[in-house]
T-cell receptor
Framework: GAGVSQSPRYKVAKRGQDVALRCDPI?????LFWYQQALGQGPEFLTY????????KSGLPSDRFFAERPEGSVSTLKIQRTQQEDSAVYLC????????????FGQGTRLTVV | GDSVTQMEGPVTLSEEAFLTINCTYT??????LFWYVQYPGEGLQLLLK?????DKGSNKGFEATYRKETTSFHLEKGSVQVSDSAVYFC???????????FGTGTRLLVSP
């Protein structure tokens, strides 16, 4: 596609519910990143994939957060047993490779946990 | 760890005024530096970048120079427009370009 596509754009979840957020990166982009952006803050790194390999998951806040990219293209961020503090915008970004610093962002998924 | 500090907003200017948004960083090694912009209702867009000391990134009339001696990457524009109203984020990435570290963002409001 022309850009990074994320779905859904908005998600309301009841506390304790599991959610899955999808990211479709730019075709051919090797690297894929997930970020969490709280209201009024800058994005914070969650995890990074190079193709299907998850090379860095140091930013995942708890073991309730899980990300995968099984075929090296589409990625899913899953949050189990959602809590109110998980409410944020979840951003996906992709880049051609680690040798090319430009990352292109999707519009994000706004998750609200009630 | 690596970090980025930006001036707090909002920055309120009249059209055609000069803009400076300050950004300083702390990093080991030699990071690449970026400015991203987020227009209302839209996603983050790369505005400009610089990958080594003394490089100047420029785009759409905006400029920023990578200053290693002062660990700064201040964003400037000579004459702002109403359409420049947005949130601006300064960011760095390490040499492996594996992740971005962002500042908290600076909201710019330009009035006619």
């Amino acid at each position: 596609g022309a850009g990074v596509s994320q779905s859904p754009r908005y998600k309301v979840a009841k506390r304790g519910q599991d959610v899955a957020l999808r990211c479709d990166p730019i075709s051919g982009h090797v690297s894929l990143f997930w970020y969490q952006q709280a209201l009024g803050q800058g994005p914070e790194f969650l995890t990074y994939f190079q193709n299907e390999a998850q090379l860095d998951k140091s930013g995942l806040p708890s073991d309730r957060f899980f990300a995968e990219r099984p075929e090296g293209s589409v990625s899913t961020l899953k949050i189990q047993r959602t809590q109110q503090e998980d409410s944020a915008v979840y951003l996906c970004a992709s880049s051609f490779s680690t040798g090319r610093p430009e990352a292109f962002f999707g519009q994000g998924t706004r998750l609200t946990v009630v | 760890g690596d970090s980025v500090t930006q001036m707090e907003g909002p920055v309120t200017l009249s059209e055609e005024a000069f803009l400076t948004i300050n950004c300083t960083y702390t990093a080991t090694g030699y990071p690449s530096l970026f400015w991203y912009v987020q227009y209302p209702g839209e996603g983050l867009q790369l505005l400009l970048k610089a990958t080594k000391a003394d490089d100047k990134g420029s785009n759409k009339g905006f400029e920023a120079t990578y200053r290693k001696e002062t660990t700064s990457f201040h964003l400037e524009k000579g004459s702002v427009q109403v359409s420049d109203s947005a949130v601006y984020f300064c960011a760095l990435s390490d040499q492996g370009f594996q992740k971005l570290v962002f500042g908290t963002g600076t909201r710019l409001l330009v009035s006619p």
